[in-house]
């Protein structure tokens, strides 16, 4: 994969990172409360809510490694600000559109397409694993948020155990350039990588699955609302991971029948 070995033994040896136990504790508090808690109100939540007695001390540094922050109303950024510290979160491409893996959980890819029916719309987030071209996790969403990404990634974090030295490849969206979603990657031990800006080609694998996803449903068949279309995705997904056989081409170019 390119990869410099000093660092695949480092992430391979790895251990979960300590707070995450506690984080998964604090998340759901803080998404509760609609991102208004801080770290003394989400202190007293834990004692209420699970009869946890945590320093808050802990529970702020915690909020902080996760970048758990509370939202207040501030001047909107320029589009220069934005851009800058996107870009300035984007890491290497590390595949270099060589999807051929050895084996499981070696590298997984990523990406959220469009369910479009009318003038309404839901987004699909999957993970796939490269090697056995099955789906490791996926959510639908009625809104393309960072909450979707993230709970995918939970998903599959929690189906999957060794997941140490694993690549998770996606496009460059402000889901994965996020903190928040980079440090659940470090604390498992997951290493990140991105496409190019503007080259889906880079992210091939993930782009021609969900495009035979909607010629064999959305294109197939007639629907009269979004909740049986989404239902049709559903199905077809169940389909593609347990029955549907798998081609793919060796080159850098894979084609799903």
Request: hydrophobic residues 30%; positive net charge.
């Amino acid at each position: 994969m390119g990869l410099n070995s000093k660092t695949y033994y480092k992430y391979r040896q790895r251990r979960q990172d300590p707070d995450y136990k506690d984080y998964t504790l604090i998340e759901p508090l803080f998404k509760a409360s609609k991102q208004t808690y801080g770290y003394r109100r989400i202190t007293l939540a834990l004692t209420r809510d699970y009869g946890i007695f945590m320093n808050h001390k802990k529970v702020l540094r915690i909020m902080r490694k996760y970048d758990l922050r509370v939202k207040h109303a501030q001047p909107n950024p320029s589009a220069r600000a934005i851009r800058k510290r996107t870009e300035a979160r984007v890491v290497p491409d590390l595949l270099k559109r060589n999807f051929n893996v050895t084996q499981s959980n070696q590298a997984w890819v990523t990406d959220i397409t469009y369910l479009i029916f009318g003038s309404q719309r839901r987004y699909l987030s999957t993970i796939l694993d490269l090697h056995t071209r099955r789906i490791v996790a996926y959510r639908i969403g009625s809104i393309n948020s960072l909450e979707l990404v993230i709970d995918t990634l939970s998903d599959a974090l929690r189906h999957e155990k060794k997941v140490y030295g694993c690549i998770l490849h996606s496009d460059q969206g402000f889901q994965y350039t996020s903190t928040q979603y980079q440090r659940i990657c470090q604390s498992h031990g997951i290493i990140t990588s991105m496409s190019r800006k503007g080259n889906p080609l880079d992210n091939a694998v993930i782009e021609s699955f969900h495009s035979l996803l909607k010629k064999e449903t959305l294109y197939n068949n007639q629907f009269t609302s979004i909740q049986q279309y989404v239902q049709s995705v559903i199905d077809w997904l169940d389909f593609y991971d347990r029955d549907r056989i798998k081609l793919s081409q060796t080159k850098s170019r894979y084609v799903f029948i």
